[in-house]
């Protein structure tokens, strides 16, 4: 069974501190990671997809990295506009299901 | 530009009451669709997709039920709300084909109470 694990669960972070939000996923053979923000109330809006080990994506302050166990989104000086939800899913390769799993979420607060 | 719209935003219906949330996209043709339900820290639950009209998947039995009558229409319906179907409602729409899938557009969502 494909898993996801987010963490931290919630993250508070002074305007300016940088720090990650870490996706680690169990998947038999992977064929796509995604990167979703979601603000409250809202849908998930999509930021990223990464499909192999080793790439990197960045758009504005946020870098989304992959290897073969897990996923990053470094956050560089981040501002009260970052705060939201942000979710990782979890797309499994060749025979398996192509239907998303999701974690559930790092909830981010960023502190003016 | 591929939008995709869903309504109401919010609503509260008693217990026992009938559902039918709807969901449109523009500007793509033959997208599968998605009903998906978020609860409070428990992440995003697929309660059903379709890749074609009249072709609904369940994933998870309950007594909400989904039809997709036109190529671009979704909607998600029951005969009587519980409690426990309180939640936020997604709508998502996805273009792939077989082996590409390349993620889902969100509808901005339904917050549905059931009182």
């Known amino acids: 069974e494909d898993q996801v694990t987010q963490s931290p669960e919630a993250l508070r972070l002074q305007e300016g501190e940088s720090s990650s939000l870490n996706c680690s996923y169990t998947?038999?053979?992977?064929?796509?990671l995604f990167w979703y923000r979601q603000d409250p109330g809202k849908g998930p809006e999509f930021l990223f997809t990464?499909?192999?080990a080793g790439e990197e994506k960045e758009k504005e302050r946020l870098k989304a990295t992959l290897t073969k166990k897990e996923s990053f989104l470094h956050i560089t000086a981040p501002k009260p506009e970052d705060s939201a939800t942000y979710l990782c899913?979890?797309?499994?390769?060749?025979?398996?299901?192509?239907?998303?799993?999701f974690g559930r979420g790092t909830s981010l607060i960023v502190h003016p | 530009s591929q939008t995709i719209h869903q309504w109401p935003a919010t609503l509260v219906q008693p217990v026992g009451s009938p559902l039918s949330l709807e969901c449109t996209v523009e500007?793509?043709?033959?997208?599968?669709l998605y009903w998906y339900r978020q609860a409070a820290g428990r992440g995003l639950q697929l309660l059903f997709y379709?890749?074609?009209?009249?072709?609904i998947s369940s994933e998870v039995p309950q007594n909400l039920s989904a039809s997709r009558p036109q190529d671009r229409q979704f909607i998600l319906s029951s005969k009587k709300l519980l409690l426990s179907d309180s939640g936020f409602y997604l709508c998502?729409?996805?273009?792939?084909?077989?082996?590409?899938?390349?993620?889902?557009?969100f509808g901005s969502g339904t917050r549905l109470t059931v009182v």
């Open positions: 998502a729409w996805s273009r792939d084909r077989g082996r590409d899938f390349y993620g889902y557009t």
């Open positions: 998947v038999s053979g992977l064929r796509g």
């Open positions: 990464l499909y192999s």
């Open positions: 899913a979890v797309q499994a390769g060749p025979g398996g299901s192509y239907i998303p799993t």
């Open positions: 500007g793509t043709s033959n997208p599968n």
């Open positions: 379709s890749v074609g009209i009249g072709q």
